[in-house]
């Protein structure tokens, strides 16, 4: 079966740490552009984190630079966002991503919130919030 799981979410205070994990069966993760996205009640979803799979060239919004970092591993078929210095304007629910380089070329590109990515997870609720 083809899918991303993630896992990790949950409640935790304002200036907290959390790591989410996203695993990809039936499929090699590593030939895909990976990404983490997020949707708040009542806000688009947008991308948070994303990872060229040819070069390892990431991206990140303004909103959450220097403070989340996206990384995989290949050996384990995974991808992980680490989450620091939490705020209570992040909670969402955060959904892993992956697509073909061809329908986005660099990590920015993959981070555009296009509902057209070849795989979605279901997601996690973050809950940020004291």
């Known amino acids: 079966q083809l899918q991303l799981v993630e896992s990790g979410g949950g409640l935790v205070q304002p200036g907290g740490s959390l790591r989410l994990s996203c695993a990809a069966s039936?499929?090699?993760?590593?030939?895909?552009?990976i990404g983490w996205f997020r949707q708040a009640p009542g806000l688009e979803r947008e991308g948070v984190s994303c990872m060229s799979s040819s070069d390892g060239i990431t991206y990140y919004p303004d909103s959450v630079k220097g403070r989340f970092t996206i990384s995989r591993d290949n050996a384990d078929n995974m991808m992980y966002l680490q989450m620091n210095s939490l705020k209570p304007e992040d909670t969402a629910v955060y959904y892993c991503a992956a697509d073909d380089s061809e329908n986005a070329p660099t990590a920015q590109a993959m981070c555009y919130p296009s509902e057209v990515k070849d795989y979605w997870g279901k997601g996690t609720l973050v809950t940020v919030s004291s």
């Open positions: 039936g499929f090699t993760l590593e030939r895909y552009q």
